[in-house]
């Protein structure tokens, strides 16, 4: 995901572990910390076979497909978190008797995808975080996925002005300004990001072939809690 996202091709990883591993989500996690990563824990749930008129024990990877539909039927903004899961009917028991609470905070503070059941029966995520817990920032799958599609946006509007290859002139960086303006007006009223500030352009001192855009922007951070 990494050496994709680098040649433009953005990408996010949902690692699901079969039922037979025996080890900790948090060895997982902590072997490959990486905001495009996410662990989906539990790795054994159960699923209701209507062939068989019974349900079934299937392993993490069908929780990692189940993430993975999540998020793609949502905006890029929108995480996993407190999110419901559907298509399965429960934990399985082996797996639910060591989900307590000091250990889900664990499992989630080291950058496990851990889903639960809540007292109304219900599948939920208890926080859609990445691998990589050493900022706010990529912890937050949202924040990474919504970046992506910023910079996939303002990449694509460059590249249909075609303006590469064509002569520099006075008001080069002047349009491009205004269409990186116009991609960032466009990310706030889709609520990818919240606002930018600062947008500024020139020609690289000492490369008369190159113009920087330069600004800053903040993200559409989620609300992971609520306090009363």
């Not at 024990?57 to 929108?78: I, P, T, W």
Request: charged share 20%; net charge positive.
């Amino acid at each position: 995901c990494t050496a994709s996202s680098a040649d433009g091709f953005f990408r996010v990883g949902i690692l699901g572990i079969d039922t037979g591993f025996t080890g900790t989500p948090v060895t997982v996690a902590q072997d490959v910390p990486s905001p495009r990563l996410m662990v989906a824990w539990p790795n054994k749930l159960l699923y209701y076979n209507t062939f068989t008129n019974q349900a079934v024990e299937v392993g993490g990877q069908y929780l990692a497909a189940a993430y993975a539909g999540r998020l793609v039927s949502r905006g890029v903004q929108h995480g996993l978190t407190r999110k419901t899961v559907t298509g399965f009917a429960g934990i399985a028991s082996a797996a639910l008797a060591a989900m307590s609470k000091s250990a889900k905070d664990t499992w989630s503070s080291a950058g496990v995808t851990v889903t639960e059941l809540t007292r109304s029966n219900a599948l939920i995520v208890r926080h859609g975080t990445s691998t990589d817990t050493s900022s706010t920032a990529a912890r937050e799958v949202s924040v990474t996925r919504a970046k992506d599609q910023m910079v996939r946006m303002v990449q694509d509007s460059i590249d249909g002005a075609q303006i590469i290859g064509s002569p520099l002139t006075a008001t080069s960086v002047t349009q491009i300004k205004s269409i990186v303006g116009g991609v960032l007006e466009n990310c706030k009223d889709a609520e990818i990001i919240v606002d930018y500030k600062d947008l500024v352009g020139r020609v690289r001192p000492g490369n008369p072939q190159l113009i920087e855009i330069k600004f800053e922007y903040r993200p559409a951070w989620p609300l992971n809690y609520i306090l009363v």
